[in-house]
């Protein structure tokens, strides 16, 4: 006989309710990452120093993760305020390369100069490295080979490595400043560093988006006579775009070819680079071949694949193939991303039909779409072009409410739009609005000693 009070044991294993258990823990979690993200940017009023650790550090991650510079500034503010809080030079390194990914200079010197002076860290070699990032994707060369320099006369586990070299060789292209990459090669063969497939790729990277493609091919020529490095997917992809961008469609279907006999096999990123080339090249058909050649090979179409499409049909005016593959996009499971959206708009702006805009956007709000400063540039652009001002101003309130920054390239068509009106005193007011943004953009560079 059971005894009272008792519950019967279950015959379902405990497994069974991991997974309402997992969930539970997930919820709670993404509620906490949120409430930090929230508390970070209320300001000092509202900060605690008992978070939760795992929620301020995820909050973080997601921040970083997603290049949102402030935000990430802002949470490593309030975890340094956190009891449980230690200093540790990994994190530094971490949103250091953040800032120059975001090109940032001005707040890397300062987190920079914070780490020295209050946390009293000594740097890293991924410290230093992170902060010649910083400033050489600024295009602030002189500093970062400056730091290089003190890297070269810190202690043994600062020096610079072929890392640190690489992502100065990086910089240097970048920049397009080719004329300094001779020396930092000299100087890492005085250091006794050699040059890695990333640098190799690096330079033949560079080399190809500056249309130097002489110096691209030596650049190869060079890989191929060290031994150490064999090209990789990497190498295939830089020569096939730099030749495909330049309508140069043979040398590109060559190269496709020379790299296959050489044991190099394409990814769907090389595909995707060969259907922009012929779509530029107004060669639709080899561009549809491309992608029945995909699936017989069982590469499964991406985003930026069914983007190219779109944006091919939408420029040569065909908006029914371009629908058409707007509609197989989604019935074959992928996802419309932000570009997707703007290549609907500037092929609906460029056939004259401005009324399927407003469609476009309330299709965006079904989903988890963030729209980005891209896709206004687009819709502003367009309704800037037909003269409907009174929308134009609508988009740019509407693209303000979704916490989307306006850029200059906005700005300007805004200003010039309203100067082809005679609204001279409006312009005037933007071009007021976008001095103040553009100040705002990198801030001072404090003094560090390094």
Known sequence: MAQRGRRPPSSAPPEAEQPAEALARILRTEAAVSGVSRKASAGSSQHSTRLWPRAVLEALDSAVASSRWESALEIFELLRKQRWYE?????????LMLLGRCRQPGPAAALFKLMLSEERLAPTVDVYTALVGAYGYSGLLDEAMAIVDRMKGADADCKPDEYTFSVLINCCCKSRRFDLIRNVLDEMSYLGLGCNIVIHNGMIDGY????????????????????????DIYTMNSIISAYGNRGRVADMERWYTEFQLMGVEPDTRTFNIMMKS???????????????????RFFSPSAATFNIIIECFGRAGNIEKMEYYFRLMKIQGVKPNPITYCSLVNGYSKAGLLDMVPLIIRQTENTDVVLDTPFFNCVISAYAKSGDIKIMEEMLLLMKEKKCKPGKVIYNTMIQAYIAH????????????????????LGPIPEVDY
């Open 87 to 95: 200093p540790r030079t990994q994190t530094y390194a971490r949103l």
């Open 208 to 231: 190809g988006k500056a249309g130097m493609l002489e110096e691209m091919e030596d650049a190869l020529s060079n890989m191929l006579q060290d031994g150490d490095n064999v090209p």
């Open 278 to 296: 012929y779509g530029k090249a107004n060669m639709p058909d080899k561009m549809l071949s491309v992608l029945k050649y995909m699936k017989r």
């Open 422 to 441: 005679g609204m001279e005193e409006a312009a005037k007011l933007l071009e007021t609005e976008m001095e103040r943004f553009d100040n705002k953009l």
